[in-house]
């Protein structure tokens, strides 16, 4: 059985993955954060003793370290005796993570695709340009690496697979998330402003037909009727989980659909129209060299700073359709989640929320050999069903609605 947790990264995410952690530390041990920040590791950690989230007394401990520099993070790893490492940090940082993982052993758990801050939106499957070139390298040492285990790409991973499970044949997976929240500022991002961004800037790549195809942000749009958010606009966006279950369901189309607002599209549009949101380099007129997306996160809130004030509810899920004894049939299963009740319990907004819970269910389940694999894998080649009881049990209820009506998983 493997214990003691080192989580990478103090934004909010990695908020909410200490919480969850420390609500779990009988199963989880030792419980570590680092960052390139130690102020940042030091205060979530007092936000983690200021609720009484410890289970049982144990290990709380905060560490400087760029994420960037694997045998940093490798010495890291082997001086605080983790076995579980869950990558929230940057996508910048992946492969130097799952790098020190594999040096060290350590089980390594991420929560998106591993990025190139001088590409945006890479071709497909994105996966295969970085983290499956070292599936092998994990199958020969033992090492389990588990990806996009985050709520998208993650737990709807896990909802694609239990539908489809249930059918003898899939025909296409649709995943609609949907935030219904407020956050009461003019403009702001859920997450990272510069992996927001990037995701939206480049090319949509989708599957369909048995091959990519590509549109652009915002050029594929219809309403969804849903759980409790009822009716709501969304997109086409290119997303990480679109890359995996491609590969794993070739036969499936696999499309991803986030929702945005016109304010939001707006002011996204007006900002990308005047090339703020460029990755590459410019000069001021003074000769100052700035990275335009950089500048505008920087102005931007902090997304960890939106939580007091979020109200809302989230609505992510996987509508699954295919052919069950000669019919067809199809099946949405979903998770709402509440802004106002996550900040509550952690201290965060829900979207962090929905991101940061999965990945210490993934914990939970290695430290138990249920997803100890001791290869690499994406969420959908693993049992979804021990995954969901724990979700359950740690505050992200899992829900179908078929025809047979809205109910629990299980029931």
Known sequence: MKKDVLIIGAGGVAQVVAHKCAQN???????????RTLSKCEAILESVREKGAMKVEGV???????????????????????????????????????????????????????????KICETPPWYANYEWKKRDLCAEKGVTAILGAGFDPGVVNAFARFAIDQMDEVKSIDIVDINAGSHGKYFATNF??????????GTVYYWEDQQWKETSMFASGRDWDLPVVGTQRAYQSGHDEVHSLSANYPQADVRFWMGFG??????????????????QPVKTAEGLEVVPLKVVKAVLP????LAPDYTGKTCIGDLVKGVKDGEEVEMFVYNVAD????????????????????????????????WDAKTMKNVEELDPKPFFTIL????????VKDAKGDRAWNA
């Open 339 to 370: 802004h106002k009740e996550a900040y509550n319990e952690v201290g965060s907004q829900g979207i962090s929320y929905t991101a940061g819970v999965p990945p210490v269910a993934a914990a939970m389940l290695v430290a138990s050999g249920d």
């Open 60 to 118: 709380l401990k905060a560490h400087q370290v760029d994420a960037m520099d694997t045998a940093a993070v490798a010495q890291l790893i082997r001086d605080t005796g983790a076995q579980i490492v869950i990558n929230v940090g940057s996508a910048f940082v992946n492969m130097y993570v799952l790098d020190a993982c594999i040096e060290t052993g350590a089980a390594y758990i991420d929560t998106a695709i591993h990025e190139d801050p001088a």
């Open 262 to 279: 016109e304010h939001y599209i707006n002011v996204f549009t007006v900002l990308q129209s005047l090339g703020l949101l460029s990755e």
């Open 392 to 399: 359950d049990d740690i505050g992200l209820p899992t829900r």
């Open 302 to 305: 902090d997304p960890s700073s």
């Open 192 to 201: 990272d402003p510069e992996i927001n961004f990037r995701e939206f800037t």
């Open 25 to 35: 530390n009988d199963v989880l041990g030792e419980i570590h954060i680092a960052s």
